[in-house]
């Protein structure tokens, strides 16, 4: 939300499982950006189900608000998207933006994107903010970080997932709705 004080962005964190926290974060907010995910927890007791129907949640939690506009990170449609709750979830949380009162965009980067180069084996490229997802208190992260992290820069290797004929889209065009 940029400040009508000063100009400057406000970076407020709410936990989806705790709508106080929520209803609190959202005092004053114009806009919402919202790329939870629960593919990797965030805190124990997180589940993908979970933090998308929270996310569900927060639409409504947001209108009720007066939240003008509302933005989402999700992902492209998949042919087996009903098979993977993940990709159910950002469905769920799609259908439930189109029937909202607020403007929303929904961006649908190709899957894993804010980690895409930090999991390839570039470290460097890590976000720094204190909710990081490669930052976050999950064994496999933790022990993949370790064996893959600085191969970019050490050895002038990327992990490309997917093999040799499988490309991954670096940018997809999202939804706007007014």
């Keep these: 939300m940029k400040d009508p004080h000063n100009g400057t962005i406000k970076y407020i964190v709410g936990?989806?499982?705790?709508?106080?926290?929520?209803?609190?974060?959202?005092?004053?907010m114009d806009v919402v950006i919202n790329t939870a995910n629960?593919?990797?927890?965030?805190?124990?007791?997180?589940?993908?189900?979970?933090?998308?129907n929270g996310a569900v949640r927060l639409v409504a939690i947001c209108e009720n608000a007066g939240v003008k506009h509302f933005v989402l990170s999700s992902t492209p449609t998949y042919k087996h998207d009903k098979d993977v709750p993940e990709l159910l979830g950002k469905r769920m949380i799609e259908k439930r933006l189109a029937i909202?009162?607020?403007?929303?965009?929904?961006?649908?980067?190709?899957?894993f994107m804010d980690v895409f180069m930090v999991m390839c084996g570039f470290a460097q490229a890590a976000d720094k903010s204190?909710?990081?997802?490669?930052?976050?208190?999950?064994g496999f992260t933790k022990m993949y970080m370790n064996v893959v992290g600085s191969f970019v820069v050490k050895r002038g290797w990327m992990l490309?997932?997917?093999?040799a004929n499988h490309g991954t889209q670096q940018i997809q065009p999202?939804?706007?709705?007014k």
Excluded: W
Aim: hydrophobic share 40%; proline share 5%.
């Design 15 to 28: 936990d989806l499982a705790d709508e106080d926290s929520i209803k609190k974060a959202l005092a004053g």
């Design 38 to 52: 629960g593919l990797i927890p965030l805190k124990r007791g997180d589940s993908v189900t979970g933090v998308n």
């Design 100 to 111: 909202s009162t607020m403007q929303s965009i929904i961006i649908r980067n190709p899957a």
């Design 130 to 138: 204190l909710y990081a997802t490669t930052k976050r208190d999950f």
């Design 160 to 163: 490309a997932p997917g093999g």
């Design 174 to 177: 999202g939804m706007l709705r």
